[in-house]
């Protein structure tokens, strides 16, 4: 059976930075305080003419540019955002985004899949083309996603009381898109090493994104801290059983670690829940919610691009990725990044 | 090789919510394949038009959720374990499910993979401009071993001409404080002409390129869009009519449903005899074609 491998990585986050401050002015100062507190400071926003087709098709088109390969070599590209804004506000059904993604990129002999799996849906469609990629049926594919997210904060701007109510989280999310190419693998010291999810439908309602039926536009209503605490009592107990599958996985073996962002501080949480739970000191954690918000099915690879472009992750690291999403969605990745370069210049 | 363990289909007018469809298709499916819904690892939901227009989460993880199917990981004692996400690819998700679950099988990451589709106008209730007939339906597939029967390859042929024939979305602006009520789709005046040239075009390339004979295939089941859609594949790629499914007189346009509806149908009329070959072509928004052949 073959492997696959990260081959290159793409971002793209609008110019548009919105502090705090500026995003919450004239709101209960209770609000600022719960985002303050929870170690957020600030967010990339879309402009006007930003959506989530265009935010997802500029980063694959910045992933092409860290790429060996041309689109018209893609074998599949699979769209995976929550958000799926076209032309404005418009939740856009039909026809599949990943056929518009093919056509404008030019990967024209491309299998396009649209998926939706919440915040998971970046590392789920790695898990689809690493499945694809393993058992020899496709050599490639590009998996993008583009979140034009900040629209549920504007919803949640005009309908939150306080830091109790449900659209607290609307207030921590950030727009941008990603994008990833995985080929086959021949080499041992650069492969996804492992992939494994399961769904915790136990908590599938404790996050639900819907258009809001009081004002114009989408929103978000999240049981914030049941969900954290549901998952912190979870992903430890998958992780281990994850690792006694895959058993040649210790821990101790992953130079970084990537968390889904939702905050700063419930990274550092879950960052000591993990030490106290398996007595072992995670390394390499790596934490950019602070500058660029939760950007959704994004936030892992936004999170591992700028650690690229940054030459934080030298080549030969494992790097395992921990997914918590709505649904309730549990998933690890593990890889071994090999020659990944940023040149595309995104911010 | 994925194989078609059982189907259901549900056409009760009285269900409102498109996951209530799915719920009531789900259980009758894994009944009737004898399955202990705890054994289902993989669960796809194909629907694309949803209640109140749901962005988030997954509409598969709220229909596990209400099949009570590996609900946690704590305290579970069967030790199974269920993968949801959905799929968005419109009239053609079944075969794209499909081709996903096929490579998990032949992994051996899974072994049975539930399929489930349903729409609904986002509001639940009837709408005379939503196109698409409220059926729920679902699949069971499961990992065989053997080569003699199951899904061989399944293709996919997208148009690039940006004439996409159907678009739908819900204008969440212009919706005002009703964004979860309604959605609207625009059909063009020749999409079903097209769309019936583009799919012919996919089917023949498909059979001609793997020296597949017409005369092999028993009966085609395909994407019900508008009345007359299968025959006139059926007669366009000269393949024997006797037994062509075509369900939009009855059913309407089942949308996500369509090909997962005509396999249980057609096993209903006697059609799916042991060795047949089956065509499936799925025909959509894009344009799109699909198209894969199954043995019974």
Known sequence: ?347 | MARIKSTSIVTDCSIKSCIDLAVRAADQCMEKAGIDRNEINMLISIGNYKDDNMAEPAQAALIQHRLGMNLDIMNNTNGGSTFSFDIMNGACGFLYAVRVVEDFMKNGTITNALIISSDVHPSKEYSPAFPYSKIGAAVLLSHSEANNYGFREIIFKTSSDGNHGLRSYADLIALGNEGRKEVTIQIDDDYHGRLNDFSVVAARDYLQSRSIPVSEIKTIISSQPVSGFSVKLSKALGIDGSQTVDLYDEFGDPHSSALILGYHIAGERGYLRDNDAILFIGAGAGLTAACGLYLV
Not at chain 1, 307 to 321: D, H, N, Q, T, W
């Open chain 1, 1 to 347: 059976m073959y492997k696959s491998k990260f081959e290159s990585i793409g971002a793209y986050t609008p110019e548009k930075i919105v502090t705090n401050e500026e995003l919450l002015t004239g709101k209960d100062a209770s609000i600022l305080l719960a985002l303050d507190t929870a170690g957020i400071k600030k967010r990339r926003w879309r402009a006007q003419s930003e959506d989530s087709v265009k935010i997802a098709i500029t980063a694959a088109g910045n992933c092409l540019k860290n790429s060996s390969y041309k689109a018209s070599d893609l074998e599949v590209v699979i769209y995976s955002s929550i958000t799926r804004f076209h032309g404005g506000l418009k939740h856009h059904l039909e026809p599949a985004i990943s056929l518009l993604a093919k056509n404008r990129l030019g990967a024209h002999s491309a299998i396009n899949l649209d998926i939706t799996n919440a915040c998971a849906g970046m590392l789920t469609g790695a898990y689809i083309l690493d499945n694809m990629i393993r058992s020899g049926s496709v050599r490639n594919g590009m998996v993008i996603s583009g979140e034009c997210i900040t629209p549920i904060s504007e919803t949640a701007l005009k309908e939150i009381k306080d830091r109790h109510d449900d659209q607290l989280a609307s207030l921590t999310v950030g727009d941008a898109g990603a994008a990833f190419i995985l080929d086959r693998s021949d080499d041992e010291n650069e492969c996804i090493e492992f992939i494994n999810f399961t769904t915790i439908a136990a908590f599938a309602k404790h996050c639900i994104g819907v258009p809001s039926n009081r004002n114009p536009g989408p929103a978000m209503y999240t049981k914030t801290k049941e969900l954290y605490i549901e998952s912190f009592k979870r992903l430890p107990v998958f992780l281990k059983t994850v690792l006694e599958k895959n058993n040649k996985s210790q821990m101790d073996d992953y130079d970084f670690n990537i968390y889904h962002q939702t905050s700063p501080k419930v990274i550092e949480l879950f960052r000591q829940h993990l030490k106290y739970y398996f007595n072992w000191e995670p390394r390499g954690v790596i934490v950019n919610v602070d500058e660029y918000g939760n950007t959704a099915s994004t936030s892992h690879f936004v999170a591992l691009h700028n650690a690229i472009k940054e030459k934080k992750i030298p080549r030969g690291s494992r790097v395992l990725f921990y997914s918590a999403a709505s649904g309730l969605v549990l998933g690890l990745l593990s890889a071994k990044i090999g020659s990944l370069g940023v040149r595309d210049g995104a911010n």
